[in-house]
């Protein structure tokens, strides 16, 4: 069964201090993995997508790994703002017919 | 360029009442998905459609359909609804095409449509 899992569920960090957030995916065969950000009351907003053969993307603080082999990424969040206060939701792409996994997000405090 | 729209924002219904949102992609974008977004269970994959043809299905109820008119608009109705279906409703849009090989496109998120059944 094709699975997302992120990890922590929710993390509170103080402003200016990094932070990552992990996922691990089941699903197979692989197409692509996204990450995105979601505020309060709005929809989801992409801020990486990478293929098999990508290991990092960055997005302006943000930047993405991702590990085929063991099927894990990260999303690497530096010098963190108050405005990065969000859910931050993994998604993976199955191969062929392209239906996408979701995980159930982490959702992250920034406190001044 | 404008973005995703979604029409109701609110919504309230009553148990058994069907509900139709409303949703208007990106100028050019053709794919359209559906997600159904609650506190418990996350983002879940409704349906996407390309093209007015339903593409992909998640693991809904028949009381859960869609359809795309040719101007790449798309519609989405729940039948029969139980205070389950109370939820965010999200729809996106993305050039992506069916058939090529590209398929990474980026998707972009309307603001939803908040369900709520008494």
């Known amino acids: 069964k094709n699975q997302v899992e992120q990890s922590p569920q929710s993390l509170i960090i103080l402003e200016g201090k990094n932070c990552t957030l992990q996922c691990n995916y089941t699903v197979s065969p692989f197409s692509n993995l996204r990450w995105y950000k979601q505020d309060t009351g709005r929809g989801p907003v992409s801020l990486t997508i990478?293929?098999?053969?990508?290991n990092t993307k960055s997005n302006g603080r943000y930047t993405a790994t991702l590990d085929a082999d063991t099927k894990q990424s990260s999303l690497h969040i530096t010098a963190s703002q108050l405005s990065d206060s969000a859910s931050y939701i993994c998604?993976?792409?199955?191969?062929?017919?392209?239906?996408?996994?979701f995980g159930t997000g982490t959702r992250l405090t920034i406190i001044p | 360029k404008a973005g995703v729209t979604q029409t109701p924002r609110y919504l309230i219904k009553t148990r058994g009442q069907q509900v139709t949102l409303s949703c208007s992609p990106i100028?050019?974008?053709?794919?359209v998905s559906w997600y159904q977004q609650t506190p418990g269970q996350g983002l879940q994959f409704l349906f996407e459609?390309?093209?007015?043809?339903?593409?992909n299905k998640g693991n809904f109820p028949g009381r859960f359909s869609g359809r795309q008119f040719s101007n790449s608009r798309s519609e989405m109705n729940v039948s029969t609804l139980e205070l389950g279906d109370s939820a965010l409703y999200l729809c996106?849009?993305?050039?992506?095409?069916?058939?090529?090989?590209?398929?990474?496109?980026?998707?972009?998120f309307g603001p939803g449509t908040r369900l709520l059944v008494l």
């Open positions: 459609y390309f093209s007015e043809t339903q593409r």
């Open positions: 100028s050019g974008h053709r794919s």
């Open positions: 996106a849009s993305s050039s992506k095409s069916f058939g090529l090989a590209k398929s990474e496109e980026t998707q972009y």
């Open positions: 998604v993976v792409s199955n191969f062929g017919n392209e239906k996408l996994t």
């Open positions: 990478m293929t098999f053969s990508e």
